[in-house]
């Protein structure tokens, strides 16, 4: 995970993220927290969620 990011693994299976002040930081951070959330976006749309454990969805994002 991104060093000052707070995105929760459970995010994945919600229609909406979980973001803590840290994932605004700065512009650096705020990339790569859309580019973080993009993945799981598509990870979700993939029906990724589905079959494989949250946690290795969150380590591959």
């Known amino acids: 995970m991104a060093r000052?990011?707070?995105v929760?693994?459970?995010?994945?299976?919600r229609s909406h993220s979980d973001s803590g002040p840290a994932s605004f930081a700065d512009e650096e951070v705020l990339a790569a927290t859309i580019?973080?959330?993009?993945?799981?976006v598509l990870q979700q749309r993939a029906?990724?969620?589905l079959r494989r454990p949250l946690?290795?969805?969150e380590d591959e994002a």
């Open 35 to 40: 580019a973080r959330e993009y993945d799981h």
């Open 47 to 49: 029906g990724e969620h």
């Open 4 to 6: 000052g990011v707070e």
């Open 55 to 57: 946690a290795a969805l």
């Open 8 to 13: 929760s693994a459970d995010a994945l299976v």
